[in-house]
């Protein structure tokens, strides 16, 4: 049965992000996510009319997959400190995961030509991240305006960034698999975010 409407467009969706992911932007072409798609590039043109475009809704269906999967930090555990460390630990394994850390070399690549997209992957990523934790970490301490931000901040410095540098530079090996969630403990070492956690947090 032919895919039309909605269906369509995520599929093509779906097959232009793995073609973004394996050559690039600039090899990437619409005759190949056409292809990969299954579709033509008629229906392609008539959902995206550009590969700018295309590259745009990419990067949103990218930040719905993983907003879906980084979750909240209430979600994670009752206890404040353990919520804190395994919602850190979550987004690490994320970011650490090869697909994750090709699109986010990517939209580095990118970012002088298409500013727009490379700005919504770090809104997606990084800034509604940092959002989450901080407005968890106000609610949970009753804290001043701006010091769950702080806190927030100091925490995934410590914790997340000099690794996720590390990784996309190649010097840390990626996670070939899909992480998942019951494995954060086996995946990340969560020692250094604990120790991180206990010192900055309220007491």
Do not use: N
């Amino acid at each position: 049965m032919a895919r039309r409407g909605e269906t369509l467009r995520e599929h093509i969706l779906k097959a232009a992000k793995d073609v973004f992911l394996e050559l690039g932007y600039e090899r990437a072409s619409m005759d190949l996510v056409a292809a990969r798609a299954e579709t033509s590039k008629r229906s392609l043109y008539a959902h995206f009319e550009s590969k700018d475009k295309l590259f745009l809704a990419v990067v949103e269906l990218v930040r719905e997959y993983y907003l879906d999967r980084l979750r909240m930090p209430e979600d994670y555990s009752d206890d404040t400190a353990e919520a804190v460390v395994l919602f850190c630990g979550r987004f690490l394994q994320l970011l650490l995961w090869k697909p994750a850390l090709r699109t986010c070399r990517l939209s580095i690549a990118e970012a002088e030509r298409l500013p727009e997209a490379s700005a919504e992957y770090f809104d997606a990523i990084f800034t509604t991240t940092h959002e989450r934790l901080a407005a968890f970490l106000d609610q949970r301490y009753e804290l001043e305006p701006r010091v769950g931000r702080d806190i927030a901040r100091e925490l995934l410095g410590h914790t997340v960034y000099p690794q996720l540098f590390r990784a996309l530079l190649g010097v840390e090996e990626p996670l070939q698999d899909m992480p998942d969630e019951a494995s954060i403990a086996t995946d990340v070492d969560l020692a250094p975010i604990r120790t991180a956690v206990a010192a900055l947090l309220p007491r």
